[in-house]
């Protein structure tokens, strides 16, 4: 091996220190070395242990004197291409966070880890007395596995567990520990194949006893197969058990073999058959623009504004057409809440095999094989939430970003990325065009358009030239004057009536935010508060409890008031659960439809409900932010909405930005078919301009209007924020390091640049902790984020997370 230089890969490494992150070099054995690319997943020594980390470069030579070599690799294809590597970096930069995690939220969770956490309960936790049911029967389950359960299985088991998971652990009731798995659970099916020739088969089953009838329909069956068969396949075909097989296996006649089989979760569903549309002259002008730049090969974003219902998901099929027939690759985001059947089976219809599907309802596993199918490049358009962004194509053509203004396109946990940014990066990297869609686009984009820097493509006619919906406000307040005391006004029950005698339908929409359902005593006003959060507790009728949704701390409700002893205690707001008891008591025989985070846990529960209702089993649909958009039923005539103004009150300089776009995708629901829709608007603000423009569809209006008010705040899109959120056990503690810090920022950051607060933060207290922000405003000051990103890292290095914690937030959608 004389003069041949060893190569070294510069990996980085899953450890949770800032100064450890960043590259560090390992030797690439000659016999891994045909595997190790840029981007591949390996194990290498680090200390004393094993840890996993990802390689980002190749050197010939190192500055370190002692170098260690690669122990394993992990995966035959690197999980991450080289584009995805640079954009690692990028993210890391952009949204201060560390390398390693830049890496690994690009990649589907059974990727990130080759170990896996075993969970096992404590005899502290088995002798806990005051668990309600659901809990009880996890423990119950950890009882009967003593060796520990993996964490993932049991999550996936009791899905509605989490928040009490986490608190079991807090208070040692549970415990984990880590077992290496490197093994991907792959689904597998049994497959049968002949040991023996079919011309011996006769013969053969001469041989066999009077007994085994069975093995000899077996093998008679299988004598003029050619393709081994799925042994489920042949079971069910003859009506037998396995047990003819097995005989038949030891017997050396018939082996089963395993065959990997993808899980796709559409694999049962009828599809409806695709069927060309004439576009509109609106449609044709948009599609045009969007292919000229495809043709053009150069990068491009455009934003396309487009009314509800005015067709533009069918300019979205359009495209992608033309994109593949490019040879070119194509990623669509919808919200995870609009993934719905009926929306991927438009693309499915259109492209068949060619699509992938990701969004969180899907299995770990399910998600593995959809994300798989890209990286081997069997598919070529993805239609999945916010992650798909990441999606491991190499040839990338277009990527669309429905209901852009979304503010799940936003991850709240660190990397705190938003999917708009990285699909700018991504298109400028492949040359490809971007195309954000909305009704109602952000603030920040439609400032883009309007400064050219992006296309503005608009559409401002529904398909078949159908009116937008009228749409009502009511003025609660009147209501309340006038003695209605109930959660209707009297316009909406009137027009629920006649809805209900012409038999069509009804979208009830409730504002959750804000009127979750707390429980109150009416004689001395004392509120149930969680004990390690600032947050009133949230009562759950299922099981009678209140629970915080924060930590998950949970109690048994309670007969009497803690505060007075009253038994005047009871619970309030108006949660979907209450709306639903009133429909009934004021609508008797009516069928209500029921859509919330109560009634769609499980696992397609939500295609479900939705089904029934376009069957038309249920007079209305009931719900929260779920049902209001993406949603498209004929006979849906009248749109109700509750209260428009929850979000109002919230300390949010987007709150007039949501109301408007909430009521406009509300109201968009009604009347999307042959029947004239109608929307009627419940508030308590009937003068806010969000809710008059929602009224007149005037989303120009609403643009400038606002953009007045966040012009003299000094709000985003006229300024950019960070938000940096100190958290600790120990207030001093906090605030001494809150003010630490904005002290530090201004000394270092140029006096352009804005430092606010520090200042207790909208909820002062979380999971025991109290909370402190400070907020940058900066007009995109190029020193900002460098300076940021190493003060930010200086800061982790010098204090400890359970101590004090720094949460920093790029762009963020909320300042809480
Ligand atoms: P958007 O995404 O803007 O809300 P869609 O693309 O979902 O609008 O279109 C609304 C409805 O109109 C859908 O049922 C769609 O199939 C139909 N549609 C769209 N374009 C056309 C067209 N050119 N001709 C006939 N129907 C159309
Ligand atoms: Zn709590
Ligand atoms: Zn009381």
Redesign the pocket.
Known sequence: MEGKANVYAGIVVDVPHVDTDRAFDYIVPDELAPWIQIGSRVSVPFGNRLLQGYVVQFKEQTELAKVKDIKEILDITPPLTGELVALGHWLSNTYICRLYSAMQVMLPASLRSQYKKKVRVTSEGQNQPLLLPGEREIFNYLGVHPDGVELDLLVRKFPEQTAFLLKAEREGWVETSQVVKDKITRKTLLYVKKKVKDEQIPGLVEQLSKQAERQKEVMLYLQDHEHPLALRDLLSELGISSSAVKSLVAKDWLELVEVEERRDPYANKKLEKDQQ????PE?QEVILEIDTALNAGEHAGFLLH??????????YLETISHCLAQGREAIVLVPEISLTPQMVNRFKARFGDRVAVMHSRLSQGERYDEWRMIRDGKVSVVVGARSAIFAPFTNLGLIII?EEHESSYKQEETPRYHARDIAMKRAQYHKGVVVL?S?TPAMESYDLAQRGKLGLLT?VKR??ERPLPSTAIVDMREELREGNRTMFSRQLSQAIQERLQRKEQIVIFLNRRGFSTFVMCRSCGHSLQCPHCDISLTYHRNNRTVRCHYCGHAEVEPDSCPSCGSNHIRFFGTGTQKVEEELSKYFPGIRVIRMDIDTTTKKGSHEKLLQQFREHQGDVLLGTQMIAKGL?FPKVTLVGVIAADTILGMPDFRAAEKTFQLLTQVA?RAG?HELPGETIIQTYNPEHYSIQYAKTHDYQGFFSMEAKHRFEKGYPPFSRLILFTFSSPQVPLAIKKANDWAKKLRQTLPSSVFILGPIASPIPRVKDRYRFQCVLKYRNEKEVLPIVKKLSDAFVSQNKKDEVELAVDVNPQVLM
């Open positions: 549309v004439e576009y509109t449609q487009g009314v509800t219902g005015s067709g533009k998901t069918e300019v429905d869609g009704a559409m398909v078949g498209d968009g999307r």
